[in-house]
């Protein structure tokens, strides 16, 4: 085969492909994910991708930086700017961050909805108090509200109370496999989060509450699930 016949060839595939990319970007949104935690949300969202055959290249979840909801603003923001820069910016981009203690956590929610009123796709994904009221939907409905006491944060007693479901004594902030474990439950607990969702709305109450079934419901409709 000759050089030139080998080029074509080449070109033709280099083509082929970019095509085929381009019809999966027009099938596929494309979404980022910037979690406040470092590990405990990351991991489960990776796991959710995983058990969804979702690419990475569809769904990216970044690292943050820094832990105060603000900052996971500011940094998602810096990548959607990055990534619309380079001609094909994200369809959605979503801020995960607990209310917990954070003196940002109003601003924070306020600027997701001021940036997408720019025309940016901001949504905040919040857990009053922490992301492990999420993981404590997955084993029944509850909208006991949660509130420090002694040496314990608000936090702490949502741990507390996740610990006491079986198969979660032990378990601790950046454990990995805690998807593939409440995995049976999940379509459970978005009911859960859903019924709390009204019952907020109806009743004014924040507390406890969690945004995380919205988020994913969205990954799971990328899927076709």
Known sequence: MGSEDLFHKR????????????????????????????????????????????????????????????????????LYAEDAAAGDAFDTVYCVFDRDKHTTFDAAVQRTKD??????PFEAITSTPCFEFWLLLHFGYTAQPFHAAG?????????????????FAKYGKGQ????????DKLNDAVIHADRLRRH?????????ATDVDELVKAIQALAGK
């Open 200 to 208: 907020g709305l109806a009743t004014g109450s924040i507390n406890p």
């Open 151 to 167: 040496k314990k944060s608000v936090g702490d007693q949502v741990v507390s109370a996740l610990k006491a479901k079986p198969g």
């Open 11 to 78: 070109k033709a595939r280099a083509g082929a492909d970019l095509q085929r990319k381009k019809r999966e970007r027009a099938r596929n949104k494309r979404y980022l994910i910037v979690c406040e935690g470092t590990k405990t949300e990351p991991h489960y969202f990776r796991d959710l991708l995983d058990d969804l055959k979702i690419r990475s290249q569809v769904v990216r979840i970044a690292p943050n930086d820094g832990v105060s909801p603000d900052r996971v603003v500011a940094h998602a923001l810096v």
């Open 115 to 120: 940036l997408t009123a720019e025309g940016k």
């Open 176 to 183: 990995k496999g805690v998807y593939t474990q409440l995995k």
